[in-house]
């Protein structure tokens, strides 16, 4: 398995992304070209693939942002290729971004995922994550 950032939009993204955001979220549309490259040109957005072979099995996204309290980041949007889980993928996405967050000073990093997802939540408790006694909210525009 090789672990890469995305450095630009492609068809072969777009398509990887395309098979990846369904199993992922039923709500969420996988983003466009445009959509896509507008994401990579984010400031402290980075957006880590897993390649088997030359096959995208896995993505994460990772936002990096200064406020006042200090750089602050979070994991988003991590989906492993049904075809791949339990090997590693996720939690070699994992390592790298805590890797690349800590290389950029952050103070912690975030994330949040569903209790219904017992994969996800047992590697990211191993990993070090701890919940946090907070109330989450969401206004939907």
Known sequence: MQLERASAASAELVEALARLVPQ???TSAPPSEDELAE???QRGTTLLLAREGEAIMGVLTLVVVRIPTGVKARIEDVVVDESAR???VGEALTREALRLAA????VHVEL???PSRE???RLYRRLGFAERETNVYRHRL
């Open 103 to 106: 290389a950029a000073q952050a």
């Open 119 to 121: 994969a996800a939540n």
């Open 39 to 41: 994401l990579l040109d």
């Open 24 to 26: 992922l979220s039923r």
């Open 112 to 114: 949040s995922s569903h």
């Open 86 to 88: 339990g090997k590693g």
